[in-house]
C-alpha cells in the first residue's frame, strides 16, 4: 500500500517537471529575444553610441540585456553608455556583473577601479589595479593607476590631519589635489567647503557644496548648507530653491522646513517691497523693508538692503531730512555702495545743500569711473551749486525743492507784499527792495512754469542773462522782459487771498 502511494507521487512529480520544462520552453520562446534579435540591439546601440544619442543608445543595450542576462560583454557595452552620460554610480553594477560573469575580463576590472578611485574609494581601486598587474604584470595604465591610489591615500590622511589641528589653508591646499585625483569624491569637497566657510570664502565653498547633491544619495545636508549660505550671502531666491529642493528629498526634513519657512517669508517682503517701488508706492515700500528687518535682523546684509532702499524711498517722496539720516547710517554700514552715496546726494540737494551733494558725487565717482549716471549726477551737483552762488529760486521764496505750486505762489505773495516798493521810503531802501521784488517775481515765474523749473532744477537758470538771445538787462532780469520800476514810483499790486 505505502508502495504504491510512493509510486504514484513520483509520477506526479515527474509530471510536474515535464510540465515546467515546457512552460519554460514556451515562455523564451514568446519573452524572450532571438540571438538576431540581441544582436540588432547591439548595433543599434553602437551606432547610437558613436552618434552621440546616448539615451537612445541606453534603450537598445537594456534590450540587449533583457534578452541575454549571461552575456558579460552586453553588461560592459552598457556600463559603457553610463560612464558617457556621466552616471558613473549606473555603471558600477554592470561592471561588477561584467567582472563576475568573466573574472579575467581585464578591461571591465581596470575600468572599475578607475571609478573607484575617481570617487575617493582606494581601497577597492587598488584592489582591482592590483588584479589586473597579476595577470598582467606589463599593464602599464594598471601600474600608473595604483600608484595614485596610493598618492591619495596618503593626501587624504594629511588633509584630515591638518583639519583636526585647524590649519584650514594646508587643508584647502592639499584636497586641492586630493579631488583632482578623485573628483566625484562628495566627503573630500565637503571638507573643502567648510575650510572655505571657516575662512570666510562663501563664494568657493557654494561651488564645492554644489555638485556634492548629485554625487551623494539624499544629500539634504548639502541642499540645506546651501541654501544658508546663499541666504547670508543675500540671495534669496538661490535659498529657496535650494531648500525646496531639500524638501523634495523629504517633506517632513524639520530642518529644512523651518529654514524654508523664513525664507519663504523673507523673499515674499522683499519682492512685494521692489513691486511698490516699481508702482512708486514708495511709502509702502518703507513699510515692507522695515518688516524685513524685523524678520531677519541677525544677517547683517538684509539690514544694509533695506537701509539702502527705504533711503532711496525717503528721496522719491522728497523728505530730505529723513533721508539724509536713514542715508548716512547705510553710508556707514556699507561705505562704498554708489546707490547709498547717490541717493544721499540727491537728499542733500533736496535740501538745497549743493556742496555735500557734489562731495557724495565725486567719492561715488571715485568707486566707479564708468558709471554715468553718477556722472551725470556730479555734474548737474556742480551746476546747481555754482548756479546757488548766483541766484537760488527756492532760498529767495524760502520753500522747500519738494514744495508745490500752490505753496510757491503763497511764498511769493507774502514775500511781495512784504518787500514791495511802496513800502519804503528812504532812496536806499527802495532801491533795495526793487531788487528784493524783481527777485520775488523772477522766483515765482520760473518756480511755477514746469519746463522752466525742470531747467533750473537741472542746474541751468532759464533767466541768465547770459544765456539770453540778444542780451538783457545789466544785473537781475525781469520776467516778462520789462521793468515796471522804470516808469515812476507809483507801484500799484493787487494780492488775492
Request: glycine share 6%.
Amino acid at each position: 500500500m505505502e508502495s504504491g502511494r510512493r509510486k504514484g507521487l513520483s509520477g506526479v512529480l515527474s509530471s510536474l517537471s515535464l510540465l515546467c520544462v515546457i512552460l519554460d520552453l514556451q515562455l523564451d520562446g514568446v519573452l524572450g529575444a532571438t540571438h538576431v534579435e540581441i544582436e540588432q540591439h547591439l548595433e543599434m546601440g553602437r551606432k547610437l553610441l558613436a552618434a552621440g544619442q546616448l539615451a537612445e543608445a541606453l534603450s537598445h543595450y537594456h534590450s540587449a540585456v533583457e534578452g541575454d542576462s549571461k552575456n558579460y560583454l552586453t553588461y560592459y557595452k552598457r556600463a559603457a553608455v553610463f560612464l558617457a552620460m556621466g552616471k558613473s554610480k549606473s555603471a558600477l553594477p554592470d561592471l561588477t556583473r561584467a567582472i563576475q560573469l568573466k573574472p579575467d575580463f581585464l578591461a571591465a576590472r581596470l575600468q572599475r577601479g578607475n571609478i573607484f578611485l575617481k570617487q575617493g574609494n582606494t581601497q577597492e581601486a587598488r584592489e582591482d589595479f592590483e588584479a589586473v598587474l597579476q595577470r598582467s604584470p606589463d599593464q602599464d595604465e594598471a601600474r600608473n593607476q595604483l600608484m595614485r591610489a596610493n598618492e591619495l591615500e596618503e593626501l587624504q590622511e594629511e588633509a584630515h590631519a591638518a583639519h583636526h589641528r585647524g590649519d584650514y589653508s594646508t587643508t584647502i591646499t592639499v584636497l586641492d589635489r586630493v579631488v583632482e585625483l578623485s573628483p566625484w569624491d562628495p566627503e573630500s569637497r565637503e571638507l573643502r567647503a567648510e575650510c572655505y566657510i571657516r575662512l570666510g570664502d562663501p563664494r568657493k565653498a557654494i561651488q564645492d557644496l554644489t555638485p556634492t547633491t548629485r554625487l551623494r544619495n539624499d544629500n539634504r545636508a548639502a541642499f540645506l548648507k546651501l541654501s544658508t549660505l546663499h541666504y547670508d550671502l543675500g540671495e534669496h531666491q538661490e535659498s529657496l530653491g535650494h531648500v525646496r529642493e531639500c524638501l523634495k528629498l523629504d517633506q517632513d526634513d524639520k530642518e529644512c522646513f523651518s529654514h524654508y519657512k523664513q525664507v519663504k517669508k523673507l523673499s515674499k517682503q522683499l519682492d512685494s517691497a521692489e513691486e511698490h517701488i516699481q508702482e512708486e508706492r514708495y511709502q509702502e515700500a518703507i513699510d515692507k523693508y522695515e518688516s524685513v528687518m524685523r524678520t531677519e535682523p541677525n544677517v547683517p546684509y538684509y539690514t544694509n538692503k533695506a537701509k539702502e532702499r527705504i533711503c532711496f524711498c525717503l528721496v522719491k517722496n522728497k523728505m530730505p531730512a529723513m533721508a539724509i539720516d536713514i542715508c548716512s547710517e547705510a553710508h556707514q554700514r556699507d561705505p562704498r555702495n554708489i546707490n547709498i552715496l547717490r541717493d544721499r546726494a540727491e537728499a542733500f540737494i533736496l535740501n538745497q545743500d549743493y556742496e555735500k551733494a557734489v562731495e557724495d558725487y565725486q567719492e561715488a565717482r571715485e568707486f566707479d569711473m564708468e558709471n554715468n549716471e553718477i556722472r551725470e549726477g556730479l555734474e548737474r551737483a556742480q551746476k546747481m551749486l555754482k548756479l546757488s552762488r548766483k541766484r537760488d529760486y527756492y532760498k529767495i521764496l524760502g520753500v522747500n525743492r519738494s514744495a508745490n505750486k500752490q505753496e510757491i505762489i503763497k511764498a511769493y505773495r507774502k514775500l511781495a507784499q512784504q518787500w514791495h516798493p511802496d513800502n519804503f521810503r528812504e532812496e536806499s531802501e527802495k532801491k533795495e527792495a526793487e531788487k528784493r521784488f524783481i527777485d520775488i517775481a523772477s522766483a515765482k515765474e520760473v518756480l511755477t512754469d514746469p519746463e522752466m523749473r525742470q531747467k533750473f532744477d537741472s542746474g541751468e537758470d532759464p533767466l541768465d542773462p547770459e544765456s539770453q538771445q540778444g542780451g538783457g538787462q545789466g544785473g537781475q532780469g525781469w520776467p516778462f522782459h520789462f521793468n515796471p520800476f522804470e516808469s515812476g514810483g507809483n507801484y500799484h499790486f493787487k494780492f488775492h487771498h
